[in-house]
């Protein structure tokens, strides 16, 4: 969330400067007998404050220029109603202010007891109920349907390439993704040969995985072999050229979202003197809006050929089987919730859940670990509370167990948790697990021997997470990131357009969960609406600004004919 500053700014701090008409003679007169006649002594080095505001109620009250005192009103009444709630602010020293706003609705996480509350009910309601949202979570009805159809006209380079384009790709599983997609896109573009991407070691994800212990190599190679020219290394007369060092090849520094015409004028003449060129690191380096041929190469990279490498595939077949067995009363469906409640992702989110002095210490330490004073800059302000009335906390396991139930999931359903390791897992995940206690995750769908050849390697870790989202009936994304943008793109891709994915609104959320007398079939009906909500836009098309790995309609699927209405027989 993903230099990002998450922070609004709520400080009142800006000023308003009415400008005010020349004065007329008449004013000017009128101040002139009032001054020389009063009898009372006023000086001639009047400051240029007093002189201001005297000058500007002379305006108003004279002229009647009511309206000019608006903005001044609408300050005044912000500051008043602000500080009828009052701020905490704590120096934490070096410039930097951590302010609490105190009362607001839906700053402060009340959720826990909201939940005590309404525990009782939620089991009288659902206990032994037959009924499940899992079975109808997508009401069935007639829908425009879409189908893959991936069209390109680039043809692979073969002897005519124009060099080698060789990136380095960083970030987690699903960054590297959007990187080696988008090469992808950039070596056809070029008419150039792509070597296999390399993966830098992340400072954040710390996996030293290369290419092919994450992705098939030789499938994607193949994959691609009509479109797109790919090789493992270099060959070795380039290599030579350059000492057999790759870091000696010209680094392209290439700005954010680069256009096509840009690499064509920038980027080509360079690959065609140089006969390769390296781009470290290739991060959201090129354009959403490209030719529909070159968008045909990211469909083709993205949904057909990156393919998990074997192990990994054949691992994350067993556990969606197993899910699938486990969830025999529901029809072999089950739920997947991505849970980032992660140390590092509640750190940087700047929220906190249980304000004690202990958490408060071990979030700042680890924002020092993981962004090195980024949080400690002078003037930094971080607001807990503005953070979580607009939506950007995570949400804890609780509120997303609270949610599914109020959606009508009941006990009976089976919740698979794609996640790292959540932060005080003992005291977070109890609620959880208590609202749906066939809960599975990767730590007790797999056993510890086949899981051990994946342990310290998140990358591949949360290529299991993403398989078994996968296939799963329903989907929920908690706090968004590459790891459910790519995911619900892909279930659209696979189940005819409908990502199938519940994307919380967590600003109504929190307002929901600051409220501990709030009835439970207020709440339950509340949580319905937004479950047909997201049901109604399951279905979207991608806007000029957005990418296809979350939208792949229309560049990546052609809409099937509409089914033709049912007649009665005669």
């Not at 009509?226 to 050229?241: A, F, G, T, Y």
């Not at 730590?443 to 398989?467: I, M, Q, V």
């Amino acid at each position: 969330m993903h230099g990002l500053s998450r922070l609004g700014n709520g400080s009142t701090n800006g000023r308003v400067s009415v400008a005010s008409p020349p004065s007329s003679p008449r004013i000017r007169h009128s101040r002139g007998k009032t001054l020389a006649g009063g009898g009372g002594y006023r000086s001639e080095k009047q400051g240029i404050g007093e002189r201001l505001v005297f000058l500007l109620f002379s305006t108003v009250f004279r002229r009647k220029g009511v309206l000019l005192l608006a903005p001044l009103l609408y300050i005044a009444g912000m500051l008043l109603f602000m500080g009828s709630f009052g701020f905490t602010v704590l120096d934490l020293g070096h410039g930097v202010e951590i302010v609490y706003r105190r009362g607001p609705p839906g700053s402060v996480y009340r959720s826990p007891k909201v939940f005590k509350r309404l525990w009782p009910l939620m089991e009288a309601d659902y206990n032994g109920s037959s009924h499940n949202s899992l079975m109808v979570a997508w009401k069935p009805r007639v829908r425009s349907l879409w189908k893959p159809c991936i069209s390109t006209n680039v043809t692979a380079a073969g002897s005519s390439s124009n060099g080698y384009f060789i990136i380095e790709a960083n970030g987690g599983l699903n960054q590297q993704r959007l990187s080696i997609c988008d090469a992808v896109a950039v070596a056809g573009l070029l008419n150039a040969t792509l070597v296999i991407p390399i993966f830098h070691l992340n400072s954040v994800w710390r996996d030293s995985s290369k290419f092919g212990d994450i992705f098939d190599e030789d499938f994607f190679i193949y994959a691609l072999s009509k479109n797109v020219n790919v090789v493992k290394e270099l060959p070795k007369d380039m290599l030579e050229r350059y000492n057999y060092n790759i870091s000696s090849i010209v680094n392209l520094r290439l700005k954010a979202w680069s256009s096509p015409a840009y690499y064509l004028h920038k980027v080509l003449p360079q690959l065609l003197r140089l006969g390769a060129v390296r781009v470290a690191p290739f991060s959201n380096r090129l354009a959403h809006a490209v030719p529909a041929n070159i968008q045909g190469l990211r469909c083709l990279a993205n949904f057909e050929a990156l393919r998990f490498a074997e192990p990994i595939r054949l691992l994350a077949e067993k556990m969606v089987n197993r899910m699938v067995t486990k969830s025999v009363q529901s029809g072999g469906k089950y739920v997947s919730v991505h849970l980032r409640f992660e140390m590092d992702m509640v750190a940087f989110s700047c929220c906190e859940y249980d304000f004690g002095e202990a958490e408060k210490l071990e979030m700042d330490m680890a924002r020092e670990r993981g962004w090195k004073g980024k949080f400690r800059k002078r003037g930094r302000v971080i607001r807990p509370g503005a953070n979580r009335i607009d939506g950007k906390c995570p949400l804890s396991p609780l509120e997303v167990g609270m949610m599914l139930r109020g959606m009508g999931f009941n006990n009976s359903t089976l919740v698979y948790v794609a996640a790292g390791n959540i932060y005080k897992a003992d005291k977070y995940m109890a609620p959880l697990r208590q609202m749906f206690p066939l809960l599975q995750t990767k730590d007790t769908l797999a056993t510890p021997e086949e899981l051990a050849p994946f342990k310290g390697h998140s990358s591949r870790l949360a290529a299991l997470d993403y398989t078994v989202c996968l296939h799963s009936e329903v989907f929920v994304s908690t706090q968004g990131g590459n790891f459910p943008h790519f995911l619900i793109g892909h279930r659209r891709y696979l189940y005819k357009g409908h990502a199938e994915t519940i994307k919380p609104d967590k600003r109504k959320l929190v307002q929901l969960f600051d409220k501990p007398s709030i009835r439970w079939d207020y709440f339950k009906k509340q949580m319905q609406d937004m479950l047909r909500h997201n049901d109604a836009k399951g279905v979207e098309l991608r806007k000029p600004a957005a990418s296809l790995y979350t939208f792949p309609m229309p560049d990546c699927m052609c809409k099937e004919p509409d089914p033709e209405p049912e007649t009665d027989p005669v």
